[in-house]
């Protein structure tokens, strides 16, 4: 996979030098912009080209217009994947609760592997097409797959390193929802709107009930979940494999 074009909009020198070693040499093609002003119109500027960028991996704090405000910008007019880099998990936390629209959220200090596998994710997920139709059934592009886990939406089945399990009606769904969002962090609000209806009134508690089901049928070690991890004070994420393509190890 290469030849991807990314827009990094980045204000610090040393985050730029060791982006546009790293990136370039994963084959993406790099533009950068160092404000927000300058991300704005290097956006429209390729999208009038007729050459839209094919991600915007866009820093929360930068001069002129900040972060958030050019996401929401370019999300009155494009559902490009943008992935949003906070300096702190503090402000990640503000951030996500913004709803701005990004498709993830990484936090500095980030892994060059880390941010590659999560850009190559929202990728993927946008090319499938899943991004524009949120409520699609996610059989209709195949089996899911996220490592060693499968699930087949429209079979209703799931297996984990190649043995069948059986899950609930609700575990299902919530083991849906993080595969289909694998690499992002899904908020407990969104996970229990999704899953039981934004009229829901019952206990929260109930999500964690059903998390604590799923990984002890999926984790290798569900004391210490590699796979459905907690992202504290916001809610969980199904964590993808370090590289994109985990080797066989049959
Ligand atoms: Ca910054």
């Not at 595969?179 to 999500?207: F, P, Q, S």
């Amino acid at each position: 996979m290469s030849g991807e074009r990314v827009l990094v909009v980045e204000d610090e020198e040393a985050f730029i030098e060791a982006l546009e070693i790293g990136l370039a040499r994963e084959g993406f093609e790099l533009e950068f912009a160092r404000d927000g002003k300058e991300a704005l119109d290097a956006f429209a500027a390729g999208s009038a080209a007729n050459r839209p960028h094919d991600l915007i991996l866009l820093d929360v704090m930068l001069p002129r217009v900040s972060g958030v405000d050019v996401c929401r910008e370019i999300r009155t007019t494009s559902k490009v994947p943008i992935i949003m880099v906070t300096a702190k998990s503090s402000e990640l936390d503000t951030v996500v609760g913004l709803e701005v629209g990004a498709d993830d959220y990484v936090t500095k200090p980030y892994r060059l592997r880390e941010l590659v596998a999560r850009m190559r994710a929202v990728m993927r997920r946008t090319d499938d097409g899943s991004a524009a139709t949120e409520t699609a059934p996610a059989s209709e592009s195949g089996p899911l797959r996220v490592g060693e886990i499968a699930l087949d939406a429209a079979r209703h089945e799931v297996t984990v390193r190649g043995e069948r399990v059986s899950l609930p009606l609700k575990e299902f769904d919530v083991l849906n929802l993080l595969m289909e969002n694998a690499g992002r962090v899904m908020t407990r609000d969104t996970l229990i709107d999704r899953v039981w209806g934004h009229d829901y009134v019952g206990d929260t508690k109930t999500l964690d009930v059903h998390i604590k089901r799923l990984r002890a049928k999926v984790e290798v070690n569900p004391s210490k979940p590699e796979r459905i991890v907690t992202i504290r004070g916001l809610g969980y994420k199904m964590v993808l494999p370090e590289s994109g393509e985990r080797s066989k190890e049959n």
